[in-house]
């Protein structure tokens, strides 16, 4: 099973982006589905969640600006990114939780936003 990150690149500062997490394979018991980034010198934080019911939460620098979704059909998750500042340049990396506690992460995607 793997988690397969696309739709990152350069972008100018005002710029949108949309990322997508891809599953391959099954992963039984995942109820929390997410996006974390980590920039240079930084630790991983949190960009945001959404729970098997629909309930999403942000990270406090991202809200207003940034939208994940979710298409079960497709088994992907997406991250929709508007307004973006130099800030927001990170790797972004999606995971998904289970609920028998095991973490499966995807490779990453590099997000980089020019002033």
């Known amino acids: 099973v793997q988690l397969q990150a696309s739709g990152g690149g350069l972008v100018q500062a005002g710029g949108y982006l949309r990322l997508s997490c891809a599953t391959s394979?099954?992963?039984?018991?995942?109820?929390?589905r997410g996006w974390y980034r980590q920039a240079p010198g930084k630790e991983r934080e949190l960009v945001a969640i959404i729970m098997n019911n629909g309930i999403t939460d942000y990270g406090d620098s991202v809200k207003g600006r940034f939208t994940i979704s979710r298409d079960i059909r497709k088994n992907t998750v997406y991250l929709q990114m508007n307004n973006l500042k130099p800030e927001d340049t990170a790797v972004y990396f999606c995971?998904?939780?289970?609920?028998?506690?095991?973490?499966?992460w995807g490779q990453g995607t590099l997000v980089t936003v020019s002033s």
């Open positions: 995971n998904h939780k289970t609920n028998y506690e095991k973490v499966f």
């Open positions: 394979g099954k992963i039984n018991g995942v109820n929390v």
